[in-house]
């Protein structure tokens, strides 16, 4: 291969990279600015001697907060469930086996 393509090719899955990292970064700050908003508002809507610590208080953050740690780890540790150069063996399976004939 050439050492052009190669090159190409490290920095396009570098820039992927970047993009999901990017993406998961936009993902926790609108979490986090969304959630304290929504604390603000029930806690203007508390009744008088009512305390915060209600479960339905905590429901969006809770489950919100699965997905964004399922998000986190998808970005951050896909070599854990797939194993290192996953998707580049992938792609040289795929490319495979669309050189064979159909049959």
Same mark, same amino acid.
């Given at each position: 291969?050439?050492?052009?393509?190669?090159?190409?090719?490290?920095?396009?899955?570098?820039?992927? !990279?970047?993009? !999901?990292?990017?993406?998961?970064?936009?993902? *926790?700050?609108?979490?986090?600015?969304?959630?304290?908003?929504?604390?603000?508002?029930?806690?203007?809507?508390?009744? *008088?001697?009512?305390?915060?610590?209600?479960?339905?208080?905590?429901?969006?953050?809770?489950?919100?907060?699965?997905?964004?740690? *399922?998000?986190?780890?998808?970005?951050f540790m896909p070599n854990i469930i797939l194993g290192k150069d996953w998707e580049? !063996?992938?792609?040289?399976?795929?490319?495979?086996?669309?050189?064979?004939?159909?049959?």
């Open positions: 291969m050439a050492p052009n393509f190669i090159e190409n090719d490290r920095y396009e899955r570098a820039a992927k !990279r970047v993009k !999901r990292i990017r993406g998961f970064y936009s993902h *926790a700050v609108v979490y986090v600015v969304i959630n304290i908003m929504i604390v603000i508002i029930n806690i203007q809507n508390l009744g *008088a001697g009512e305390t915060y610590f209600q479960w339905h208080n905590f429901i969006t953050l809770i489950f919100w907060g699965i997905g964004l740690m *399922a998000h986190g780890l998808s970005v580049e !063996r992938k792609i040289k399976e795929l490319m495979e086996k669309d050189k064979k004939p159909w049959k």
